[in-house]
């Protein structure tokens, strides 16, 4: 049983995970806040049990109060669900959604793991690591945050998939240039409206100084308030909602332009493509301790979020392009992620926890 929020960030590991082991013969059911990705995951052949929980947000105590009740009877429906389908194991994931589920698991007794995004643990994963018998987590620099007997340095399962288009059949379909150097920005799966913002208002001092092109992805919703920030932007640009598979963008991109979410600073690495990082500053602002892991190997930089303004952002930029870090240095961070057998690693392992 694998259990998540329903966000990418903690969902999309949990879907690498389950189709491994589905490839090796076991059986999955999903738990959590699944929202619209339930469907989808019944799709492709798996169980998804829904929670209807919500997760503590700082919003007042009326309404905190309301989702720790909502965590508490989340926990005895996972309860429910845990009796009825009997795994021999449970990995949570992360997320508020996780949280009762792996709960759950402990006080039935059942073989429970944990796996940690990212390099700061949240809330619920902090105080879940106390009960479980396993805290696989993605970075090194995490062990400092649970007792070192039960963490395991797995890596974060990662998966942007395979370009469907090679370089020249892209820019041929866009009316790119080889010429030009291509930016790629983009926000996350929700879009970040600060850096849809910010950078449009950039690309003109950018392009002052180098040929360039832009790959921008609003993120969901985003996209009308994305056209028109480019509406005078007089550069070559292509712009999009959403866009799968983003293997090919990062394989278009000479640099990128992004936040600092845990799979996206994963995804860079398996890439080997260099970054302007602009971490998200609030959740606990976890993301700028992803983004200092890339900024101390050499290979990206890093402004904050409160620092970003289309100067600092040119400027980064051009940094990038005019002195691209060499790409022994993405090798060599590849091998201390372990970022092309973290699925593998970290799906068995949850098994040999059973």
Known sequence: MLAAGGTAGHLGPAVEVARWLRREGHAVT??????????????????????????????????????????????????????????????????????????????????????????????????????????????????AHWSAGKIVVTGCPVSPGTPELRRDEFYRKVNFSPDRKTVLVFGGSQGSQRINTVFPACVGQLAARFPVQILHVSGRGRLPEVEAAYANVKVPNQLFEYYRPMATLYALADVIVCRAGAATVNELVVFGKPACLVPYPYAGGHQEFNARVLVEAGVALMIKDVELTPENLSDRIGELLNDPPPQKDFTRLQDAMNVNNATDTLAREILNTA
């Open 30 to 143: 999903f738990v959590g806040a699944l929202g619209d990705n339930a469907g989808r995951l019944r799709d492709e052949g798996f169980e998804a049990r829904e929670l209807a929980v919500r997760g503590l947000q700082g919003e007042g105590i009326r309404r905190d109060l309301s989702a720790v009740l909502s965590l508490i009877k989340g926990a005895w429906h996972a309860r429910a669900i845990i009796k009825s389908v009997r795994p021999q194991v449970i990995a949570g994931f992360g997320g508020y959604a996780a949280f009762p589920v792996v709960g759950a698991a402990v006080m039935c007794g059942v073989p429970a793991v944990i796996h940690e995004q990212n390099v700061v643990p949240g809330r619920a994963n902090r105080l879940l690591g106390r009960y479980v018998r396993k805290i696989a987590v993605s970075f090194r620099e995490s062990r």
